[in-house]
């Protein structure tokens, strides 16, 4: 690619000056590699105009969750998630303007990650930060996402997925400290809920006669699919609500007022401390999901009812659990011969 008069280093990021309106501008160009330095220097000349924001990174961060809200394609719950996963990203970069922000920056966040957290969530605050610039690039704040550049491992799809043996998920529900832990663990285990489907269980999703458990839609929730999906109860399940009693607001604990807003109360911390404790660090709350599908489909129950369940796709299910199901016989039962009598 040749060259552009006008770019320049300054530090280790390369810049563009140019002409606007008869004064000279410098425009950032987010990085440090002459090629990509280029290619961006183009986008500038094409379409030097972008819309001025003296909004802070944080600001921006509310701003784009609050369209996502709008949007119905983010719930209280998930905005959050994502909200942390922004702020950790804010505070790690430590810059007040979003334009100043490269592929530099971001793949060092991630490394940071690594060190930190398991590689799949490491990729899910990626995809979040993703997601943040996809929309700075649609209302014309950067020119191009600074999370294109960045390099991701690999992450292996057929590993096997932790999962608890029967006794390991009996011995964490047993030695539980107290009865908002075991409620925990039993929707985990016994029911394949996930974190946030936990926090914010109601005890109208609860039917004890009929022996169900619904997730579905409240003022502060939805499910993850946008449907309601019905799960049946074990009988230990059954047994553990009717002394733990169906406990209204919420069946994990009210809400604890902070200043002036409401937070739902996060089990996050006694949660990992408990399984420290029990010499289990591995085992959180999606491992309990884990663990819910990966025993019923070696137990030989269909892989569709596990997804309705769940409140997968199929397909999802299929690509993770299958390799579990027990030896199928049912392609004898074309070929199979009467025995004569």
């Not at 280093?9 to 990509?36: C, F, P």
């Not at 937070?263 to 309990?288: K, S």
């Not at 796709?313 to 030896?327: G, I, T």
């Amino acid at each position: 690619m040749g060259k552009i008069k006008g770019i320049f280093l300054r530090g280790n990021i390369y810049w563009l000056a140019k002409m606007e309106a008869g004064r000279r501008t410098q425009v950032s160009l987010h990085t440090g590699d002459y090629s990509d330095a280029v290619g961006e220097a183009v986008k500038v000349l094409q379409d030097p105009f972008l819309e001025k924001s003296d909004a802070p990174l944080k600001q921006e961060i509310v701003a784009f969750l609050d369209h996502k809200g709008r949007q119905n394609e983010y719930s209280p719950a998930s905005r959050e998630s994502k909200q942390y996963a922004l702020n950790g990203f804010a505070e790690f970069v430590k810059k007040r303007d979003v334009s100043g922000i490269t592929t530099g920056d971001v793949q060092r966040y991630y490394r940071d990650l690594q060190t930190r957290v398991s590689e799949s969530t490491a990729q899910g605050y990626v995809t979040t930060i993703r997601s943040f610039f996809n929309w700075q690039v649609d209302q014309k704040r950067i020119r191009s996402n600074p999370v294109s550049g960045v390099k991701l491992a690999k992450l292996d799809s057929k590993s096997r997925l932790l999962f608890c043996s029967p006794e390991q998920r009996d011995s964490l529900i047993a030695n539980a400290p107290n009865e908002e832990m075991k409620f925990i663990l039993y929707c985990g285990f016994h029911a394949g809920l996930r974190k946030n489907e936990i926090i914010e269980a109601r005890p109208d999703w609860f039917d004890l006669n009929h022996g169900s458990l619904e997730v579905r839609a409240t003022d502060s929730f939805r499910p993850k699919d946008r449907e309601a999906r019905t799960i049946p109860l074990t009988s230990e399940f059954q047994q553990f609500l009717r002394r733990y009693g169906l406990r209204s607001p919420f069946m994990l604990r009210p809400d604890v007022e902070k200043g002036a807003s409401l937070y739902r109360y996060d089990f996050r911390r006694p949660f990992r401390d408990y399984m420290r404790a029990q010499g289990c660090e591995w085992v959180t709350p999606h491992v309990m999901r884990h663990t819910f599908a990966s025993l019923l489909v070696s137990k030989g129950v269909s892989i569709y009812k596990v997804a309705v369940w769940m409140g997968d796709d199929v397909r999802v299910v299929q690509k993770h659990y299958a390799k579990l199901s027990p030896k199928d016989d049912d392609i004898e039962k074309a070929f199979a011969k009467k025995i004569a009598r």
